[in-house]
């Protein structure tokens, strides 16, 4: 997308308005084509301020359920990561480096470790979103499927510590994946937005690219009125 890496929606929202202000100074600005007069571009900028403030509320709400969802996975003490290795250690500890057991459980640690963390920004693509969301699906699957493979071993899995007793892990469970689905309605909510947003920026920077090209158009490249505008980055 045309300057999106050279400065944030909001600037971009800023210049435009500075080229309205200046279309509305220059002396007989008359570009023949209604889509392309200053009151048209108004518009169009007044309408993505809109979008931009929705796209803003929602990327918060979305963003709050997130970091909501991560103390069951990661950030507390009783997550999902912290208890990897305890499970781990009592399986092996009770069965044996070389059991069965052992290895199947090692494996779906495994899995669930390399859920690559992926950060999610405002201006992050449905692409990384998307790719972050499995994620949290993927280790939700397999933290499921240890417990299940848990509870298969019957009383040669009976550990002392609370935090990796069957019960627990499965309260954990069921918190978990309360919370990614709290986050997967926000953002069906979000979502649209920010592809409304990247068409209506990409309709905006290719319409004040036509504007710049008029003004050259009618008042040459050497123009006062050409070196202000040509330099806006919308």
Known sequence: MSSSSRASFSS???EGEKLIEYLNTFTAYAPGDDALTASAFQA???ALHVVQEEHTSK????SKAALDRRKFFDNENNSISK?????????RAKLGNDSQQYHDISALVKKI???????VTENSQEETIS???NSFGSRLIYFGDMITLLTKFDTDYAPINDRIKITTMQELLSKATAATNIVSQKLAVYKPLIATRRDGFKQLSATAKRIKDMVLSQYGQDS???NLVKGLVI
């Open 131 to 133: 790719r972050c969301e």
């Open 224 to 226: 006062t009125e050409y």
């Open 12 to 14: 971009r929202l800023t």
């Open 113 to 119: 470790r390399g859920q690559r963390r992926i950060t």
């Open 83 to 91: 208890l990897l290795s305890p499970i781990g250690a009592n399986v």
């Open 59 to 62: 990327h918060f709400e979305y």
């Open 44 to 46: 169009q900028t007044s």
